[in-house]
């Protein structure tokens, strides 16, 4: 079993998220990247907090972003009639513009 790299425990910060280990909230690591500052800088900053933890964040922050984004489709149609549960709202906000290549005309889609 791998270690945790982040804890959210009431008794930590009111609950939000930090380092295992530590009382440095991940969203002091966002803030420095943010702010163009090195995580050598972060690091120095935060000596309580390990650079493979940092690392092993910014790993699950890159797979878990990668793994929702949708894949690419030349065959935008009949990937949209594919998704569950897709209302006309959510459609036509999904429809590429008029001037795009997967574009399709609303009223020939069948439904």
Do not use: C, W
Not at 24 to 35: G, S
Not at 73 to 95: C, H, I, Q, T
Request: glycine share 8%.
């Amino acid at each position: 079993m791998t270690k945790a790299l982040i804890d959210r425990n009431p008794g930590i910060l009111g609950g939000i998220p930090v380092f295992a280990g530590t009382r440095v909230p991940v969203k002091a690591l966002t803030d420095y990247l943010e702010k163009g500052e090195t995580i050598n800088e972060f690091l120095d900053d935060f000596p309580s907090v390990g650079r493979q933890q940092v690392i092993g964040f910014l790993e699950e922050a890159r797979a878990a972003v990668v793994a929702r984004v949708r894949p690419r489709s030349r065959d935008f149609k009949n990937y949209l009639l594919a998704m569950p549960n897709v209302g006309e709202d959510s459609l036509f906000a999904r429809m590429p513009a008029r001037n795009h290549p997967d574009y399709i005309n609303p009223a020939s889609r069948k439904l």
